[in-house]
């Protein structure tokens, strides 16, 4: 098990990387692509700590 996280302001992005990509560095580098991709909007209101934020999938262009 792979774990990969990216802090951001008032954000953290964290995921678990399993199966082969967990020992074979080419098959994780997809999946650390995807979270360089993602962006977070957390937004401007308060949150108490580690409150999850809504996960939202872009919409088809």
């Known amino acids: 098990m792979r774990i990969v996280g990216v802090d ?13 990509a967990a020992i074979d560095d080419e098959r994780a580098a997809l999946a650390i692509e995807l979270f360089r ?12 700590p ?10 088809p262009v």
């Open 37 to 48: 991709s993602t962006v977070v909007c957390r937004g401007q209101e308060p949150m108490p």
């Open 8 to 20: 951001g302001p008032r954000w953290m992005l964290q995921g678990l990387i399993g199966g082969q």
């Open 50 to 59: 580690r409150e999850l934020i809504t996960l939202t999938a872009p919409k």
